[in-house]
């Protein structure tokens, strides 16, 4: 059934329509009975159903449906699958229905920008690309079953600290390249029903009124056509936001912007073609839930199924010196630590879910062996309790093998508060160093949403990352640690040696009323790598229990146009006696220097799973934005004509393919010629370095470059000097080198700029 919805809206009364834009109360719109507007509920989160149908509240301090937890987007974005997460989509979409939620609110795209967000653990990656194919595939899944997301929050939104008033201070190419672009790419290719703006203000303009933001780029840029909610209480200005583009607020306001609303209407503040076409956006995504209803079953048990084996995909081998798989029979194992029998696998606020069932490790290694158990340590503090201390590593010293389940507490990061460190609790640092002084046969298993320090790293023998990976996470590790599943995973973020390694760390997180961005583009990986930086594990890195061989890279084309499409292909051979999955990593490097650039950048990837001694074919393509960079001048994408370096590997750092690639550009930049114009930037001009070579000549004289070399002058002004001299000196100086009145100077600019312009 097709609703005219815009019939609707000519029935609606003033008050009406303003009721529509903001909730009924923490999770529900409202209705209008006599139209046949029905209310409808949205619900957290983007790993699992959040639902409040009673006593609601943002944080979830008050009791949520029984549901199922889904491990987190910091350990999802590490399987590097979007199939899988379309699958987790999907499955979420099925729950939705059953519990007659109209919208889910996520995924969550913000960058990573540095360790000590508190809210690292609902975000992706520290990457734009590898976040938008994560976030493009969850809504793909999710809206299959007709029920809508709210990617958020939008945008350059990347700490706690003074979250709802502090200004993200940001030049507009790295806003593009970094934080817009994960949206941007979900938007396009997904369509969200939703979109969540952010609380934070960006340059001066809260997102919730920032109609550049909310309508020249979302709408009119991307194409975007449901409604803009805000955060929680992200509302500044009600009818500013209104205006913007910002159609829904959430949660309930008691009324009383409703009434800003109806009275800005009525003073002519306000257009009411606005106001109208906020609720045409509003209706139209709750008719598309409400006309497409597909009740069916939660089934909690099979999701709990399919939270173990995205936790299986998602975990990630740190460390393995051949430790590793455990075996079953024949060694004495000793688990250790609190999270070995209560897992943390979640992180704290708005997206805490209230698992039906949780399995740790302890109860999951029942089923295959038997294992010793000391606690270690509690999380209720960060203070060591001796006795607790010396039963672990009596327990360690007395096996064959220690497994130390430890990571970060529920206190150390949450919503509402940024880490102020990235480290672990120092008892269980201490704990884990005590161990390896008895049993060198050391494995840690990692809890934790966003990367830790690691002074241990070099003392233990294995090292599995689990990041926060759901009500299943036991299961997932028990099969992992004994090679029941191969480990697949790679890490969606670097993780730095230490916090100050990371470039944001003189600059986060601000002084709580603005946070300048000074790093620019340099975010993670494209940081570390280009300043040639040593990292404890670099992007993209995970070991598995096979081994792969990368070879025979071809591309479609040794030169193409920026409007081609380039095709990258390779063979990826498993070379090892154990069935695995390779995610394969395809990176682009810009050769042609022409603006400051990351060493390298992701663009695109494929997991390839293959038996022992199976060989594929893995195909990948490239396209205009694969080589692209904002360009400020002409406020859109740009890649300059020259060289591209095409990267095939396993991580940021281990290439194992390389080729390259000539672009010609399509794009002409406008040139314009003025007195500060450089020689360099002439030359690098056809039109233009043809009128210029005489007067170079003169000028190259002027300033000594023609000396026969032996007198001591010669030895002050070498070629190269001369040379690099002339390049830098801007055209103002031609009266100074080259003999050349003012008004001669601006007669060859009028000349140059008509070459240029091709008149």
Not at 460 to 475: K, W
Not at 535 to 552: E, I, N, W
Not at 639 to 666: F, K, W
Request: hydrophobic share 35%; aromatic share 8%.
């Amino acid at each position: 059934m097709k609703r005219d919805v815009k019939a609707i809206v000519k029935q609606m009364t003033l008050e009406e329509k303003a009721g529509m834009c903001s909730g009924k109360d923490f999770w529900h719109l409202k209705s209008v009975e006599r139209l046949g507007i029905p209310e409808v509920m949205v619900s957290d989160g983007p790993h699992g159903l959040r639902k409040q149908d009673k006593e609601a509240d943002h944080l979830g301090a008050n009791e949520s449906i029984k549901a199922v937890c889904f491990p987190t987007a910091c350990a999802t974005a590490c399987s590097f699958d979007r199939e899988l997460l379309e699958t987790l989509g999907e499955t979420l979409g099925e729950e939705c229905q059953a519990e007659n939620l109209s919208v889910i609110l996520g995924p969550a795209v913000n960058i990573k920008r540095s360790p000590l967000c508190g809210r690292n653990f609902e975000y992706f990656s520290e990457d734009p690309y590898l976040a938008s194919q994560m976030a493009a595939a969850h809504i793909k899944g999710v809206q299959s079953k007709n029920v809508g997301t709210s990617i958020k929050h939008f945008a350059a939104n990347n700490q706690e600290h003074r979250r709802m008033s502090c200004s993200s201070e940001i030049d507009e190419r790295t806003f593009r390249e970094i934080y817009l672009a994960a949206f941007e790419t979900a938007v396009k290719e997904s369509r969200p029903d939703t979109v969540m703006c952010s609380y934070n203000k960006i340059n001066g303009t809260f997102a919730s009124e920032d109609h550049r933001l909310l309508t020249e780029i979302l709408r009119d840029e991307w194409g975007f056509e449901g409604y803009v909610m805000s955060d929680w209480g992200a509302v500044n200005d009600r009818v500013k936001g209104l205006e913007a583009g910002l159609d829904l607020e959430m949660p309930a306001s008691g009324g009383h912007t409703d009434a800003e609303i109806v009275e800005a209407v009525r003073s002519g503040e306000l257009k009411e073609e606005v106001l109208d076409t906020a609720v045409e956006r509003i209706l139209n995504i709750i008719f598309k839930f409400t006309d497409n209803r597909q009740p069916g079953n939660f089934n909690r048990e099979e999701d709990h199924k399919l939270a173990g084996k995205i936790a299986r995909e998602s975990m990630v081998l740190l460390k393995n010196d051949g430790i590793l798989p455990l075996k079953e029979n024949g060694q004495k194992i000793a688990f250790i630590g609190k999270f070995a029998e209560k897992p943390r696998f979640q992180g704290g606020g708005s997206s805490h879910i209230n698992s039906f069932k949780v399995t740790g490790a302890l109860e999951a290694v029942k089923k295959y062996t038997d294992v010793s158990y000391a606690q270690g340590y509690d999380v209720k503090e960060d203070k060591a309790d001796e006795a607790m201390f010396a039963e672990a590593v009596a327990a360690a010293e007395n096996s064959d093998i220690a497994v130390i389940f430890a990571g970060l507490p529920d206190a150390f990061e949450s919503e509402g508060y940024d880490r102020e460190h990235m480290r672990m609790p120092e008892c269980q640092n201490r704990l884990i160093a005590e161990i390896v002084k008895v049993q060198p046969n050391t494995v840690v298993v990692l809890h934790n949403g966003s990367p830790v320090e690691m002074p241990w790293a070099d003392d233990v023998r294995g090292i599995l990352e689990s990041y926060l990976c759901g009500q299943a996470v036991g299961e997932a590790q028990v099969d992992l640690l004994f090679g029941r599943a191969n480990p697949c995973g790679k890490l969606a973020e670097t993780i730095p040696y230490k916090l100050s390694d990371n470039p944001s760390y003189l600059n986060f997180p601000g002084d709580g009323k603005t946070v300048e961005y000074r790093e620019g583009v340099f975010v993670g990986y494209r940081y570390y790598d280009t300043k040639e930086m040593p990292v404890r594990y670099p992007f993209g890195y995970g070991l598995s229990y096979t081994t792969f061989a990368y070879s025979d890279l071809k591309l479609s084309a040794k030169e193409i146009k920026d409007t081609d499409r380039l095709t990258v292909s390779l063979k990826v051979k498993n070379t090892g006696d154990m069935a695995g999955r390779e995610i394969v990593q395809l990176y682009v490097a810009d050769k042609t220097g022409v603006v400051s650039r990351p060493e390298k950048e992701l663009k695109n990837f494929a997991k390839v799973e293959l038996e022992p001694g199976e060989e594929k074919t893995v195909i990948m393509e490239l396209d205009k934005r694969s080589f692209a960079w904002y360009n400020t001048e002409i406020s859109d994408w740009y890649a300059a004509t020259g060289t591209y370096e095409i990267l095939v590997g396993s991580s940021s750092r281990d290439i194992h393919l390389r080729d390259a690639v000539q672009l010609v550009s399509t794009t002409e930049i406008p040139v314009t010629i003025h007195m500060n114009t450089t020689v360099a930037e002439l030359l690098a001009e056809p039109k233009a370095k043809e009128i210029m070579s005489g007067l170079l000549k003169t000028m190259m004289e002027n300033i000594g470059a023609g000396d026969d070399g032996e007198s001591a002058a010669s030895e002050a002004i070498s070629p190269e000097m001369s040379l690099k001299m002339m390049e830098n000196s801007p055209l103002r100086t031609f009266r100074s080198f080259a003999g050349v009145s003012t008004r001669e100077v601006q007669e060859l600019i009028a000349k140059l700029q008509a070459a240029v312009d091709g008149e």
